[in-house]
């Protein structure tokens, strides 16, 4: 290219048919790596050597122009480079605007966020072009906003649509937001109602980023809308791509850090200036004390030991916490906080106690509501429930599992139920009983003991580490410590906790459907199957456990949420890991043989990453069991 | 070595209902009975006779409205008390007639108790918390006649009047009232001319009761939390705070300091007592007596300093009557 002579006249369609034929081939990488930082260069400032690279670009052949499009997009320094290369390409042909408008936004996802950012950043820098990024815009909003958009694409094209969203919404000028203002209204209440329906929570969060950031556009004045979640890096990545930074991407770091800065400079500022007053008045009553000689010495003042904090006694019995608990006198709410307080450490100590009355409390803490305002009030309850559960698990068991299937009770309980049932089953069959098991916001519990390729090798890991420990006995420094040993106590109530859930779940209730409306609560229960599943292992039970769960998945494999599927493939997995093999080979081969056909299914064609790769781990897991059976001889 | 605190002198029950109120009326020359007045949640007012200890007359007026204020006007014939059902009554309690002569419709729905100034023979000025939100309501007693209406300025967010006290440095000088309200803040208002003369941020929660000291210039609040705010107003009629005392338990419902101006008491909602020295805020006893919280606290007037009495009634439907510091 270095040698095509300036300002004579010749035809560039050769090169460009070369190019287009390079491109094509697959080769864009290639020569477009040496092409584009060339003419990046040399049309800096001179237009001539625009106008020829514009000429170049326009004479390929429709053919092959979407891959060199698509290279130029990718290989451009940024927004401002592509539109010196490419001119006004996208207006004047048509394969190209397709490729830029459609292809690459809506057809595709895997393009990166720069990517998107020349893409659109091109499209706005241009008068013409301007009516393209609106149009672009209000075809991603419809994609954002279609229920079945959200339902079945995979996370990751949202992602990208929701990234390409935020950045168009970056390069509206006022005028463009005014025109369609009613618009991205209506699109933002019909997008946000189904992000907020989804099972997933990254889904969610994506739905109340994309339309908080819309919201901030189209009401500059006003109560702006706001969501409460919790900020990561990912929405952070989100937040930011909304604000624009100066075309020459080297400055931004620097303002920020002068900004930073500054705050930082005014923050000791204001301190200081806050003490400085503070310090100024104690000093004058204190020179006034020592001028004053205690003339005020005649009155003596009395023993105040006894003056201490005020402490409402809890109550020391089980019993009493269940008057006070149930308790009309709505006016002792001292009372009632220092009851809800200590229950849990009171049941604990009292066993024989809570025995008697364990049905009782379950019943009560299960509808208990908040009636002042304590802290922690949601985790004291769920540990009090989980401490009476593991006190006396079967009567206690059977009245919540029998309660999950009732009538009005509100999700929010239903899904406690589940909770508590998760976290007395870890408590009861772990071998080291701490006096505090670790709770970290125990708001989903479940979704944080997923076994998943991690905890597969955790199992090796320990079987690994115990063989070991076994071949060496006559080391005298022991490897690893050895855990304290007591019975399973999950064993003799891993039933009571397990078949009553899978029991009634095809039975619509007025108000309760779960393979209806109702799959949030739906994927919950799954979920929390496939934790009991794991917990099982070793216990005698597990082997029945293992065939009704196996049957109960089997109708819920096509389910359409997401999350639901996960669920399912998480039952799998728990399956393989408790169940021995030797049981699984021998009762359930034909079920294990569908199994293994369906999850090559799943593994090809879900449109969920997460549940893909479940069914990849799943099937490398009957693998290897296999392979160790195999091996170990009988 | 020090002493365990006093018990209390002995304890009056009877009112069978919490006790929001208390004023003694013991000034009065032999051979008239020291009394004490009482105002109970079930409306009942209760006229003590400090010898029998024993309830001599009760009077229902306030329709079985809790009675949350009770003052006497110029000795034991003239009561004014204060209910929950939005009124003031004015008493004729002379030769054993248990009579309303007068009464005056506040439309006030808050527990703010009203504040009585005697400024000439038979005439008193009395603050009362008006049917407005933030606004105080000057009147003239017993014409019944509006002084002027204290409104805070628009926007100034300080929510209702919680606590009065209207007083005068001397006979000759003007009224003037300091009202501590919802926000926190204390403020001193000028009453002929009817405008905030100044406002001081004493807490962060709301005032529940105030008492000043015309004649060193300081007064102290309470609110419900753990601090009492001591404050002092300088020649310019600013208010300043002067210093803070941290409590161990949160929550005040009445200050009030002796009349000769060398303690003071609180009243807690830990159900304690506390006494302090005026002077310095200097701890000096811890009351334990009552077992909830505590409503009102009151001293005595009577013209023997030995004779001289604390009282407190609280929710416990018990009155506590204490002899403490007599001496001095």
């Known amino acids: 290219v270095s040698f095509i002579p300036g300002g004579l006249d010749c035809s560039i369609s050769f090169v460009s048919h070369v190019l287009g034929k390079v491109c094509v081939h697959g080769r864009q990488k290639e020569i477009l790596g040496v092409l584009v930082p060339h003419l990046t260069d040399l049309t800096k400032s001179d237009c001539i050597w625009q106008r020829i690279c514009w000429r170049l670009v326009e004479c390929v052949p429709d053919r092959w122009m979407e891959a060199v499009v698509l290279g130029f997009v990718q290989g451009a320094a940024g927004a401002d480079v592509l539109s010196r290369l490419l001119g006004n390409l996208v207006v004047k042909n048509k394969k190209a605007q397709f490729v830029v408008t459609q292809k690459m936004l809506l057809l595709q996802y895997g393009h990166t966020t720069a990517v998107l950012q020349n893409l659109l950043g091109y499209l706005s820098l241009d008068s013409l072009r301007r009516t393209l990024l609106l149009r672009v815009l209000r075809e991603l909003l419809e994609t954002w906003s ?14 990208y649509i929701s990234k390409a969203i935020l950045i168009c919404l970056s390069h509206l000028k006022e005028p463009e937001i005014e025109s369609c203002r009613q618009e991205l209204l209506t699109s933002m209440m019909e997008g946000v109602k189904c992000h907020l329906d989804s099972s997933l929570p990254q889904l969610r969060r994506l739905g109340m980023v994309v339309a908080e950031s819309i919201s901030l556009k189209i009401n500059t004045e006003g109560p702006v809308l706001k969501f409460e979640y919790e900020e990561d890096d990912a929405t952070r990545e989100l937040k930011s791509l909304l604000v624009q930074s100066p075309p020459l991407c080297v400055v931004p770091s620097l303002p920020d850090d002068d900004r930073s800065e500054k705050a930082g400079a005014a923050l000791p500022l204001v301190p200081e200036s806050n003490e400085k007053p503070h310090i100024a008045a104690p000093v004058m009553p204190d020179e006034e004390l020592d001028a004053e000689l205690d003339s005020d010495d005649d009155l003596t003042p009395y023993d105040m030991s006894e003056d ?38 009171l049941v604990r100590k009292n066993p024989a106690a809570t025995r008697e009355v364990s049905v009782e409390l379950a019943k009560i803490l299960l509808h208990l509501e908040e009636k002042t305002c304590i802290e922690g009030f949601v985790e004291l309850r769920q540990r009090a429930q989980v401490a009476v559960l593991t006190t006396d698990p079967i009567p206690v068991a059977k009245y919540l599992t029998s309660q999950f299937y009732s009538l009005n009770y509100s999700l929010h309980q ?19 009983f701490h006096g505090k098991t670790k709770h970290s916001g125990a708001q989903k519990p479940c979704i944080q003991l997923l076994p998943g390729s991690d905890s597969s090798k955790d199992w090796r890991r320990i079987v690994d580490e115990r063989i070991k420990s076994k071949t060496r006995r006559f080391d005298v420094g022991q490897s690893h410590v050895e855990l304290a040993s007591r019975p399973n106590q999950f064993n003799s109530v891993a039933g009571h906790f397990f078949f009553p859930l899978i029991q009634h779940f095809d039975r619509p209730l007025t108000t309760f459907d779960l ?21 099982a292992v070793n216990t005698v039970a597990v082997t029945a456990m293992g065939k009704a769960l196996l049957e109960f998945v089997w109708a819920l494999r096509f389910h359409t949420d997401s999350y639901v599927r996960q669920g399912v493939l998480s039952c799998i997995s728990s399956l393989l890991l408790s169940v021995p093999m030797e049981r699984i080979l021998a009762d359930m081969t034909e079920e294990l043989l569908e199994t293994q056909s369906w999850l090559g299914d799943v593994m090809e064609k879900d449109p969920d990453g997460d549940c893909r790769r479940l069914a990849l781990q799943n099937l490398l897991l009957m693998e290897n069991l296999k392979k160790k059976l195999e091996a170990v001889p009988s | 070595m020090a002493l365990p605190p006093p018990d209390p002198q002995f304890v009056l029950r009877g009112t069978s209902a919490a006790v929001h109120t208390l004023h003694f009326s013991c000034g009065g020359p032999e051979p008239d009975i020291p009394l004490l007045f009482s105002g109970s949640e079930n409306g009942y007012i209760h006229v003590w006779n400090l010898r029998t200890h024993r309830v001599d007359t009760a009077l229902d007026g306030h329709g079985r409205k809790s009675v949350y204020c009770v003052e006497t006007m110029g000795g034991k014939d003239k009561l ?16 054993g007639r248990t009579s309303v002569t007068d009464s005056v419709f506040t439309e006030h729905v808050g527990f703010c108790r009203c504040s009585l100034l005697k400024v000439a023979q038979g005439r008193w000025l009395m603050a ?58 204390v403020v001193l208002w000028n009453v002929s001319m009817g405008k905030a003369l100044s406002q001081l941020i004493c807490h962060q929660e709301p005032v529940m009761s105030l008492d000043f000291d015309a004649e060193k210039a300081k007064g102290i609040s309470g609110s419900s939390e753990k601090v009492l705010s001591i404050w002092s107003l300088n020649e310019q009629q600013n208010l300043q705070v002067y210093k803070t005392h941290k409590l161990v338990n949160a929550g005040i419902s009445d200050i009030t300091i002796r009349p000769d101006k060398k303690i003071l008491a609180t009243a807690g909602w830990d159900h304690r007592i506390r006494i302090f020295g005026w002077k310095k805020l200097k701890p000096l006893a811890v009351l334990d007596y009552h077992t909830a919280t505590l409503h009102c606290v009151s001293f005595s007037d009577h013209s023997i300093p030995q004779e001289r009495l604390l009282a407190a009634g609280s929710k416990d439907q018990r009155i506590s009557v204490w002899s403490i510091y007599a001496q001095t």
């Open chain 1, 146 to 159: 279609s229920s079945s958009a959200v339902k079945h694409s995979p996370a990751e094209q949202q992602l």
């Open chain 1, 308 to 345: 201490k904090e005020l402490k409402i006694k809890a109550p020391v019995y089980i019993r009493d916490c269940i008057e006070v608990l149930t308790g009309s006198r709505s006016e002792d709410v001292d009372k009632w906080e220092a009851t809800v307080k200590a229950l849990e450490s």
């Open chain 1, 414 to 432: 239903r899904m406690d139920i589940l909770d508590v049932l998760v976290l007395a089953a870890q408590e009861l069959s772990c071998p080291k």
């Open chain 1, 515 to 535: 393979l209806g409306e109702d799959h949030l609560v739906l994927g919950r229960l799954v979920h929390t199957l496939a934790i009991l599943m794991y917990l």
């Open chain 2, 80 to 95: 004014l008390s204060q209910g929950r059902d939005q009124r003031i009554c004015l008493w004729d309690l002379a030769e």
């Open chain 2, 128 to 185: 009362m918390a008006a049917r407005s939100l933030e606004e105080v309501q000057i009147l003239e007693l017993p014409s019944k006649t509006s002084v002027c209406t204290l409104k805070p300025e628009v926007g100034a967010k300080l929510g209702m009047p919680m606590c009065l006290k209207l007083w005068q440095l001397n006979c000759d000088s003007q009224p003037v009232l300091l009202a501590g309200y919802e926000d926190g803040s």
